[in-house]
């Protein structure tokens, strides 16, 4: 089941991500022919492009605690006992949950406060490409939550085995 909800939650991911690109790869191939063809350069793409860079970056917070790709300090991790290592992975997974919730929290507010106008399109709001730091947390949210649930199933394995 929670491999389940993580393939979900990363097939979801990976749609988002390739639109983003395709939308971006639209948008630059529009820029260069508007510039060298017509002499036209479009004058908002830089500015949106670079808000979808960023807007990648927050969302790939969460596929790197999928991949297991985020920092670790494995010099002392992989010398331990597993018992050991199961309690650093709940201590450095839980202190991770409480800090991706705070900064859900925080960037939703931060969001709120960024409902104003892009300098080359009047009509586009910041916070639209804003929301995603939030939604990138919430993602990372639900892999760390699925790494403890599993850390703990596996604890329960081990102790039901071991009697």
């Not at 010099?75 to 997974?93: A, C, E, K, M, S």
């Amino acid at each position: 089941m929670l491999q389940r909800l993580e393939q979900m939650l990363l097939k979801a991911e990976k749609r988002v991500f390739s639109l983003i690109m395709f939308v971006m790869l639209a948008i630059l191939t529009c820029h260069v022919t508007m510039r060298y063809l017509f002499n036209r350069p479009l004058i908002w793409t830089d500015e949106v492009t670079t808000m979808m860079q960023g807007t990648i970056a927050f969302l790939g917070i969460g596929y790197c605690f999928h991949r297991g790709q985020h920092t670790e300090l494995s010099l002392l991790y992989d010398r331990v006992p597993r018992f050991i290592q199961w309690i650093f992975d709940v201590i450095t997974n839980s202190v991770m949950l409480f800090c991706l919730y705070h900064l859900t929290r925080i960037g939703f507010q931060y969001t709120a406060n960024q409902n104003i106008a892009f300098g080359t399109i009047s009509w586009m709001k910041k916070s639209y490409f804003y929301i995603f730091i939030p939604i990138g947390f919430l993602i990372a949210m639900a892999y760390v939550s699925v790494r403890l649930l599993r850390i703990f199933l596996d604890i329960a394995k081990s102790r039901k085995g071991g009697r």
